[in-house]
Every structure is written in structure tokens, then in C-alpha cells.
């Protein structure tokens, strides 16, 4: 149980430090709010290689500690929603075992940009915000290829060592 525990806290810690890489440097893609999405990158492996439980704790814990540090309770609300759903797809895909880490990556971008888009609609109440959802959703689907490439050679070699 210790180890679980001290696994999952540098894992945090790990995706505490990619968020504030991703804060310090800005990929700007000339579109708004969109973003590489670097510490989904420890979501992605720690899919196949922890628990589902553990795996949503640290993206709960992460997310929490992200919008305390680094943003606001609106960035907190967006990024809950667009984590969690993307969450429970990834974990969805991951179970049919007929996708790839990339695939379930790509995903699990495009349904994080779907969650985000649909609180924004709620919370100004304007159906209008979902003109926005091409973009993303082609924006989810290139940052998540990219999350899901890395993340595919980081678990190659995880795995090559052992865990």
C-alpha cells in the first residue's frame, strides 16, 4: 500500500511538472485554449501500467493542485470536466483492447475538448460556444497523436525495465 502511495504521489509530481512546463512555455497555436496537453501524458501510461482508481486519483489530484497553483476555480471547473470524460473514454477504449495507446490518446483528447466545450455552454448558457467544437476536435485529435506517440516509446520502455 506504501508503494502504491509513494507511486502514485511522483507520478503527480510528475504531471504537476509537466503542467508547469506547459505554463511556462507557450504552445500557441494561434487558436485559442488550445494546449499540448503534456501532463495527460502520465494518464495515458498510467492506464497501462496502474489501476484505473489510482489513475483517476492522480488526475483528480493533479487537476486540483493545477488550478490552485496555476489558474483559477473556472480553469478548475473546465479542466474537471474535460478530464474526467476523458478519463472514463480512455479507460472505455482501453478495455475493448482493440485500440492502440495513440488511438486511445487521440480520444481521449477530443472527448477532454468535448467536455470542456460543454460546461462552457452551460455556464454561459449559449449553444453558440459549440461552433467552436471543429476546431477542437481536430486540435484534440493532433495534441492527442502527439501525447499518445511519446506516450507509446515512454511505456515501451517502462516496460523493457521491468514493472
Known amino acids: ?13 510528475l504531471a504537476m ?5 506547459e505554463v511556462l512555455i507557450p504552445f500557441s497555436f494561434g487558436i485559442p485554449g488550445i ?12 492506464l497501462f501500467i496502474l489501476k484505473p482508481f489510482q489513475v483517476f486519483g492522480i488526475l483528480v489530484v493533479r ?7 496555476f489558474g483559477n476555480m473556472s480553469s ?7 478530464g474526467v470524460l476523458s478519463f472514463f ?10 485500440f492502440s495507446m495513440t488511438g486511445i490518446s487521440m480520444a481521449g483528447g477530443v472527448s477532454h475538448n ?4 460543454m460546461i462552457a455552454s452551460c455556464v454561459v448558457e449559449n449553444l453558440h460556444v459549440l461552433y467552436y467544437m471543429p476546431v477542437l476536435l481536430v486540435a484534440g485529435l493532433i495534441t492527442g ?3 499518445g506517440i511519446v506516450g507509446q516509446r515512454v511505456y515501451k520502455h517502462i516496460e523493457r525495465q521491468g514493472y
Do not use: D, E
Not at 511538472?17 to 512546463?21: K, L, M, N
Open 17 to 21: 511538472i509537466f503542467s508547469y512546463v
Open 89 to 98: 473514454v480512455m479507460l472505455l477504449l482501453k478495455k475493448f483492447k482493440g
Open 63 to 69: 487537476i486540483i493542485l493545477s488550478a490552485f497553483m
Open 145 to 147: 497523436m502527439l501525447i
Open 35 to 46: 494546449k499540448l496537453g503534456l501532463a495527460n501524458l502520465v494518464v495515458v501510461i498510467g
Open 76 to 82: 478548475l471547473i473546465y479542466s474537471l470536466a474535460g
Open 114 to 117: 468535448v467536455g470542456q466545450l
Open 1 to 13: 500500500m506504501t508503494k502504491k502511495i509513494a507511486y502514485s504521489s511522483m507520478l503527480v509530481a
